[in-house]
């Protein structure tokens, strides 16, 4: 029964306050306890909902407070509103490559020498020749 009540208090503390070792302090449960609380898919999903509730609070919070010294004309709240919603002041990436895309024929030398190594590497099939043929021979 005291468990129960545990458990249900500290899902009402994550959706006010979404951090874990804040909730275990306020209510007085382990970090150990509530992991294996965990272990029941009910109080996963709870425990879950309840801190996603919560982070959604802190955001709407935030928000708030951002537009609040927005409206101070607090430069940093105004640069920060503008990078995260407005794609001109956002981060910007630039990535220049130049790729040539033509191919050479290989000349025979070297169309023997990529057989070899890959024959080496046990890729290809060893291939039939004179010398390999008197080598099984003796």
């Known amino acids: 029964m005291k468990q129960d009540r545990l458990k249900n ?15 275990f302090k306020k209510i007085g449960v382990s970090r150990a306890s509530y992991y294996r609380w965990r272990k029941d898919p009910k ?8 801190i996603a509730e919560g982070e959604a609070l802190i955001t709407d919070l935030s928000e708030s407070q951002l537009i609040s010294l ?3 004309r ?13 794609p001109k002041y956002g981060q910007k990436f630039e990535i ?3 790729f040539q895309s033509h191919q050479d024929e290989l000349t025979p030398e ?10 080496l590497a046990s890729l290809l099939p060893e291939e039939k020749t004179e010398e390999n043929n008197q ?3 003796n």
């Open 110 to 119: 070297q169309e023997a020498v990529v057989r070899e190594a890959l024959r």
């Open 135 to 137: 080598s099984n021979n």
């Open 9 to 23: 208090s500290l899902i009402e503390q994550l959706k006010e306050m979404p951090i874990l070792q804040f909730a």
């Open 43 to 50: 109080f996963a999903k709870e425990a879950d909902a309840a």
């Open 96 to 98: 220049t490559a130049n």
């Open 74 to 86: 607090n430069f940093p709240s105004l640069q920060l509103w503008l990078k995260a919603h407005h």
């Open 70 to 72: 927005i409206r101070d």
